[in-house]
């Protein structure tokens, strides 16, 4: 058990650019979230796969957000043409496939800043 | 040392006394509340959990209690270490069939050796 591996640890990017982060959650682990963390602030829900179906999405996650998990396994999350209020930081969680317990497993994150 | 709400977004104690943590939690129907821990430059980590049929549960040297009438959760630490030095968030499920958690805006600890 590796824990949850969140790729790239930091990003720094021009507005108006796309950026993708990648998650890879623990393997046994069926269920992925995403979520945002501005500084100062708790984590905010973006999103969340069951398996390969993205089950919910926050109003956070404008059409400018977009996260895939195709085989059920790892997840990308990609953000078009950035803008600044986007620079926050990215986490990634994963838990078992059981009702509410026990709480997630996080990663340490992406941190996007857009300059 | 004692935190009481949200106001006091730091709570500094000196190393082997006793913290508590204070949370209010937004939605009488959660169900479900976790005390995460947060060092700086990592992902929040679970400390312990309590469901709302349950007013106190205790772990390894941290103890959670909930007060479902006053919509308040608490955190205690026993005898505080150097290594507590974080910021603790509550996090609360909204038994919606969803399982996505919302969190409180979180207390840094500091602890003064």
């Known amino acids: 058990d590796t824990g949850v591996s969140q790729n790239p640890r930091h990003k720094i990017t021009k507005r108006g650019q796309n950026v993708t982060f990648r998650c890879d959650p623990i393997?046994?682990?069926?269920?992925l979230y995403w979520y945002r963390q501005t500084l100062g602030q708790g984590p905010e829900f973006l999103t969340y796969?069951?398996?390969?179906?993205?089950?919910?999405k926050s109003r956070l996650l404008s059409d400018r957000f977009s996260a895939e998990r195709p085989k059920g396994s790892f997840s990308t999350l990609e953000i078009q043409r950035t803008e600044q209020g986007d620079s926050a930081m990215y986490l990634c969680?994963?838990?078992?496939?059981?009702?509410?317990?026990?709480?997630?497993?996080f990663g340490s994150g992406t941190r996007l800043t857009v300059v | 040392g004692e935190n009481v709400g949200l106001h006091l977004p730091t709570l500094s104690v000196q190393e082997g006394d006793n913290s508590i943590i204070n949370c209010a939690y937004s939605?009488?129907?959660?169900?479900?509340f976790i005390w995460y821990k947060q060092e700086s430059g990592k992902g929040p980590q679970f400390i312990i959990d309590?469901?709302?049929?349950?007013d106190k549960r205790q772990g390894q040297r941290v103890t959670v209690l909930l007060n479902k009438t006053v919509k308040h959760l608490s955190l205690q630490i026993a005898a505080t270490q150097p290594g507590d030095s974080a910021v603790y968030f509550c996090?609360?499920?909204?038994?919606?069939?969803?399982?996505?958690?919302?969190f409180g805006t979180g207390t840094r600890l500091k602890v003064l050796a």
């Open positions: 969680a994963s838990s078992r496939p059981q009702t509410v317990g026990y709480g997630y497993t």
């Open positions: 393997s046994e682990h069926n269920r």
């Open positions: 796969f069951q398996n390969e179906a993205q089950l919910e």
């Open positions: 939605n009488s129907a959660s169900d479900y």
């Open positions: 309590i469901r709302s049929n349950m």
């Open positions: 996090a609360e499920n909204i038994n919606s069939g969803t399982y996505k958690y919302i």
